[in-house]
T-cell receptor, first 113, second 113 residues
Framework: SAVISQKPSRDICQRGTSLTIQCQVD?????MFWYRQQPGQSLTLIAT?????????ESGFVIDKFPISRPNLTFSTLTVSNMSPEDSSIYLC??????????FGPGTRLLVL | GENVEQHPSTLSVQEGDSAVIKCTYS??????FPWYKQELGKRPQLIID?????GEKKDQRIAVTLNKTAKHFSLHITETQPEDSAVYFC????????????FGQGTILTVHP
């Protein structure tokens, strides 16, 4: 498995501002992803964080709103830009260890007022 | 893209009974099917997974079955305990896209003592 940490664990933000979430893994991993879990809902993949190149975004998510960095194989950041109350969610990073096994970080709970 | 349907949305059982959660998927190229358990306020935890070349997998009280022809897979929990109460999510790989998971809507399992 992998030990994954996220910062911050939670935050309350004002609309129109931006928040950067950090994800740190205790070992080098090739595949890293960012998911969103809206209140009471399932998980939705936002993007694949690619090391050394631009992230790959899923339908409905764009780089201007969710810029992602992946400077090395153990770290990534997700920024939620120009926030609105609809962005209130849990944001989780995940990593693939081995062939396909995917582990999740503890999540960042975001509330936008 | 991939679509995963999960049923039921809520499931209530008595301690000691069995619980079954079912999922169907749309992309016949999907080849990896994990199940996650998410307790309130916690991250999703992988509890069991199955690959497309296997029809059934068991781990103590938990088992997963896969029917590739019908494109459905199920989670079976026997001898349920109150600590099994949680939200359970099925997932499938997004076609042959390595690591990208599409999640079902989730099942709230409540085990009554």
């Amino acid at each position: 498995s992998a030990v994954i940490s996220q910062k911050p664990s939670r935050d309350i933000c004002q609309r129109g501002t931006s928040l950067t979430i950090q994800c740190q893994v205790d070992s080098q991993v090739t595949m890293m992803f960012w998911y969103r879990q809206q209140p009471g809902q399932s998980l939705t993949l936002i993007a694949t964080a690619n090391q050394g190149s631009e992230a790959t975004y899923e339908s409905g998510f764009v780089i201007d709103k969710f810029p992602i960095s992946r400077p090395n194989l153990t770290f990534s950041t997700l920024t939620v830009s120009n926030m609105s109350p609809e962005d209130s969610s849990i944001y989780l990073c995940s990593v693939v260890v081995g062939q396909e096994t995917q582990y999740f970080g503890p999540g960042t709970r975001l509330l936008v007022l | 893209g991939e679509n995963v349907e999960q049923h039921p949305s809520t499931l209530s059982v008595q301690e000691g009974d069995s619980a079954v959660i079912k999922c169907t998927y749309s992309d016949s190229a999907s080849n990896y099917f994990p199940w996650y358990k998410q307790e309130l306020g916690k991250r999703p935890q992988l509890i069991i997974d199955i690959r497309s070349n296997v029809g059934e997998k068991k781990d103590q009280r938990i088992a997963v079955t896969l029917n590739k022809t019908a494109k459905h897979f199920s989670l079976h929990i026997t001898e349920t305990q109150p600590e099994d109460s949680a939200v359970y999510f099925c997932a499938a790989t997004l076609g042959t896209s390595y690591g990208k998971l599409t999640f079902g809507q989730g099942t709230i399992l409540t085990v009554h003592p």
